[in-house]
């Protein structure tokens, strides 16, 4: 049974920093693209960044690009999303996925399992 179970949400004040991590088990880890995505209240998922797992590529979103860095390591088979200069508008519910078909990408449509979130609060 594939589970992904998020940690390290909270709340921040904006220009704080916050890491997530998603623990993964039941899936061969380290041959799958992963991906963070967010969704704020009233708002579609979006997607944050991703890591591939070839030569873990990474790819962010324009919004986070330059705040955010994207990691993972296979042997304890976990991605973080390490997050710096936090922003209100980050707040959210940050969700981890595995893309079990391809090495990540930015769509949603793309992911197989997902986590149940983990939550972001950002006060300004």
């Known amino acids: 049974q594939v589970q992904l179970v998020e940690s390290g949400g909270g709340l921040v004040q904006a220009g704080g920093s916050l890491r997530l991590s998603c623990a993964a088990s039941?899936?061969?880890?380290?041959?799958?693209?992963m991906g963070w995505f967010r969704q704020a209240p009233g708002k579609e998922r979006e997607f944050v960044s991703v890591?591939?797992?070839?030569?873990?590529?990474?790819y962010y979103a324009d919004s986070v690009k330059g705040r955010s860095t994207i990691s993972r390591d296979n042997d304890k088979k976990t991605v973080y999303l390490q997050m710096i200069s936090l922003k209100p508008e980050d707040t959210a519910v940050y969700y981890c996925?595995?893309?079990?078909?391809?090495?990540?990408?930015?769509?949603?449509?793309?992911?197989?399992?997902w986590g149940q979130g983990t939550q972001v609060t950002v006060s300004s």
């Open positions: 996925a595995a893309d079990t078909l391809g090495p990540g990408s930015s769509r949603v449509v793309d992911y197989d399992y």
């Open positions: 890591i591939s797992y070839r030569r873990g590529a990474t």
């Open positions: 039941g899936l061969d880890f380290s041959s799958y693209g």
